[in-house]
């Protein structure tokens, strides 16, 4: 993306959107920062952000500036469906998030890992199988460091493993990772997302977006992730802690063996 002389509106000055605008203002965009917070509550970002040349726009009315943006960043957390949100989404204009601009730049594979429980714990244990595989790994998304500052760095044959929230994947962008994999779904943030529906189409976003050599991993053992099956455009791959799923590629529990199988051989 060239953004250089581009007006852009970053919603939320915390810590991801932090890196994000400094990664902004090096490539040479025109920023606005909006937070709900005032100037002096935000002390030290407000400061640091006027250093860089960013735009405040805080308290009650710091959304306006979304009407006159054609490009705008959101902190994951806001309720996607607020009036100033949807008027923009309205009249065209590109709402993401720094995960979106991760999944652009990254040229080395991205497994995203996403779920109503287990996805911190699954995220980490991927990146340590992978570090004592002797892969370069980056960790990130909705755990540890934010990777919009790294990530076109980071070389083609390193591994990306991002933990990836509902309320990230509503801002992808269009993208998905290269691997998704969903752990389980069951009602979680229904405080922030509209509803049940909206949260289960966020968590979809993990795999809609992906090319038939794609694979997305589905919990079989969760009846509504197994129903993804039939939407994803990528190879399905099924675990299951209970039976075997019955597929020609699939991971699962039999008596005290871990079975991989991978077209119908099993090891």
């Known amino acids: 993306m060239d953004f250089h002389g581009k007006p852009v509106v970053v ?69 996607k469906h607020l009036p100033e949100i949807e008027a923009a989404r309205a009249r065209g204009a590109m709402i993401i998030g720094e995960i979106g601009l991760v999944l652009a730049y990254c040229r080395a594979p991205v ?42 760095s980071v070389p083609p044959e390193a591994k990306v493993v991002l933990e990836l929230s509902s309320f990230q994947l509503q801002l992808t962008g269009g993208r998905s990772p290269l691997i998704g994999v969903i752990t389980n779904i069951s009602p979680n943030h229904l405080d922030v997302h509209a509803s049940m529906e909206e949260y289960v189409e966020a968590k979809k976003n993990i795999f809609r977006y992906q090319k038939p050599g794609d694979i997305v991993i589905l919990n079989a053992d969760d009846p509504l992730v197994r129903s993804f099956a039939a939407e994803a455009p990528a190879r399905v791959v099924f675990f299951s802690r209970q039976a075997d799923p019955g ?21």
């Open 11 to 79: 919603v939320g000055i915390g810590v991801s959107n932090m890196p994000l605008i400094r990664h902004l203002r090096k490539k040479g965009a025109v920023v606005t920062a909006c937070d709900r917070k005032s100037e002096a509550a935000l002390g030290e970002r407000a400061a640091e952000l006027r250093r860089l040349g960013v735009t405040l726009c805080t308290g009650a009315g710091y959304l306006e500036p979304l009407a006159h943006h054609d490009l705008i960043f959101l902190t994951p957390g806001i309720p």
């Open 111 to 152: 497994i995203g890992i996403t779920g109503s429980a287990g996805k911190t714990t699954t995220t980490t244990l991927v990146g340590e199988i992978l570090k004592a595989a002797g892969h370069q790994v980056h960790v990130g998304g909705n755990i540890g460091t934010p990777l919009v500052e790294q990530a076109e």
């Open 247 to 267: 597929t020609e590629t699939c991971a699962f529990v039999r008596g005290d063996e871990l079975i991989w199988r991978d077209q119908n051989r099993e090891v």
